[in-house]
T-cell receptor
Framework: GDSVTQMEGPVTLSEEAFLTINCTYT??????LFWYVQYPGEGLQLLLK?????DKGSNKGFEATYRKETTSFHLEKGSVQVSDSAVYFC????????????FGQGTRLTINP | DAEITQSPRHKITETGRQVTLACHQT?????MFWYRQDLGHGLRLIHY???????NKGEVSDGYSVSRSNTEDLPLTLESAASSQTSVYFC?????????????FGPGTRLTVL
């Protein structure tokens, strides 16, 4: 079945550092790919998405490119802030699965001032 | 503003008791989902619904049931709570069933089964 694998956390960085959180997926079809973010005590909210190969999703300085050849959707940000501290989830939605989201295990990110 | 709410936010219950978690959305979305969040597993789909009177099993549906009598609500029932069902539960909704559509999540319910 479909699956998503994220890099192990937790990740701790200093403010203004470069961030990469790796995400790879396995899917039988052509999934849409998402990054969701969960701030402390809150539900998940969509950070960005990409729906086809070579699409780049971007939001709040975060970017991720849909790489079909490497089945990856790595999250990047050039300069992180303390307010970016959260748990980040990579997810896919396969067209065959009618929008049932499959999530990675989540990566906890802590940014120190 | 439209929103999705869950109640209660925190619940402690005993093994064997029936528990119902409420989910209410004012987006008028057709699709609603229940997930559980456990350390090391991310979120896993329990049940979902594409409209009134429609319910479907997800990846981890054993021990759970849902019913959809109107567009706004999808309550999740644990028939006989077990310690393995201690988790954080999230409800979500979306407008259509297209794979690229965003799901909107509620704030979660933390359930402890003693």
């Amino acid at each position: 079945g479909d699956s998503v694998t994220q890099m192990e956390g937790p990740v701790t960085l200093s403010e203004e550092a470069f961030l990469t959180i790796n995400c790879t997926y396995t899917a039988t079809g052509y999934p849409s790919l998402f990054w969701y973010v969960q701030y402390p005590g809150e539900g998940l909210q969509l950070l960005l998405k990409a729906t086809k190969a070579d699409d780049k999703g971007s939001n709040k300085g975060f970017e991720a490119t849909y790489r079909k050849e490497t089945t990856s959707f790595h999250l990047e940000k050039g300069s992180v802030q303390v307010s970016d501290s959260a748990v980040y989830f990579c997810a896919l939605s396969d067209i065959q699965g009618a929008q049932k989201l499959v999530f990675g295990q989540g990566t906890r990110l802590t940014i120190n001032p | 503003d439209a929103e999705i709410t869950q109640s209660p936010r925190h619940k402690i219950t005993e093994t064997g008791r029936q528990v119902t978690l409420a989910c209410h959305q004012t987006w008028n979305h057709n699709n609603m989902f229940w997930y559980r969040q456990d350390l090391g597993h991310g979120l896993r789909l329990i049940h979902y619904s594409y409209g009134v009177q429609d319910t479907n099993k997800g990846e981890v549906s054993d021990g759970y049931s849902v019913s959809r009598s109107n567009t706004e609500d999808l309550p999740l029932t644990l028939e006989s709570a077990a310690s393995s069902q201690t988790s954080v539960y999230f409800c979500a909704s979306s407008e259509t069933a297209n794979s690229y559509n965003e799901q909107f999540f509620g704030p979660g319910t933390r359930l402890t089964v003693l």
